[in-house]
């Protein structure tokens, strides 16, 4: 029971262009997403975040947009760079004291020059 | 210069043998966490210790095992009942009250 799900396996953008990355998801307790980005043999770096209480959030290129009636968020990356190519995890966690965080199984994406 | 730190980089186990991985992190965070990644999978949690001597299982804790003697280390021991222990180990850490978790470089295990 996959409770995160991130339905595109890869993603290919131009450089300058925005880079949309979805993520879905079916558990109603959870609360609080956040985007991870990864590159081969590293470990996630910490993108950005966003409460069940709001709807946006943004940081510098990244924003994060949040649907709660339709369960979605998604990653808008602006102006896109070759250096965002990494594969991207969406990842949710309930309320309460249980810090345990889910993640769906990434995005790749690639910024072609 | 906080972080996390892994190691070794890469570890590799004959048959019947357990090993353990490091992780250590000077943030003063009270909650840490191991995540095994197989290949076009997502990151899946093994154990999880919120404060000092507690720890708690995840999805997948089985052939695994766990200690937290120290605020800083949260070691993991791969046993021999981990049949298939091939893959990509993270840990990571958080401020007790706060989601966002922090993680380390990775170790990779290998079978012999």
């Known amino acids: 029971d996959q409770q995160v799900k991130q339905n595109s396996p890869s993603l290919s953008v131009q450089e300058g262009r925005i880079s949309i990355l979805n993520c879905d998801y079916t558990?109603?307790?959870?609360?609080?997403f956040l985007w991870y980005k990864k590159y081969p043999a590293e470990g996630p770096t910490f993108l950005i975040s966003?409460?069940?209480?709001?709807d946006k959030n943004e940081d510098g290129r990244f924003t994060v947009f949040l649907n709660k009636s339709a369960k979605h968020l998604s990653l808008h990356i602006v102006p896109s760079q070759p250096g965002d190519s990494a594969v991207y995890f969406c990842?949710?966690?309930?309320?309460?004291?249980?810090?345990?965080?889910?993640f769906g199984k990434g995005t790749l994406l690639t910024v072609n020059p | 210069d906080g972080g996390i730190t892994q190691s070794p980089k890469y570890l590799f186990r004959k048959e019947g043998q357990n090993v353990t991985l490091s992780c250590e992190q000077n943030?003063?965070?009270?909650?840490m966490y191991w995540y095994r990644q197989d290949p076009g999978q997502g990151l899946r949690l093994i154990y999880y210790?919120?404060?000092?001597?507690?720890?708690q299982k995840g999805d997948i804790a089985e052939g695994y095992s766990v200690s937290r003697e120290k605020k800083e280390s949260f070691p993991l021991t791969v046993t021999s009942a981990q049949k298939n222990p091939t893959a990509f180990y993270l840990c990571?850490?958080?401020?007790?009250?706060?989601?966002?978790?922090?993680f380390g470089p990775g170790t990779r295990l290998l079978v012999l």
């Open positions: 990571a850490s958080s401020i007790g009250v706060a989601k966002t978790q922090y």
């Open positions: 558990n109603s307790m959870f609360d609080y």
């Open positions: 966003i409460s069940s209480i709001k």
């Open positions: 990842a949710a966690s309930a309320g309460g004291s249980n810090y345990k965080l889910t």
């Open positions: 943030l003063n965070h009270d909650a």
């Open positions: 210790s919120q404060i000092v001597n507690d720890f």
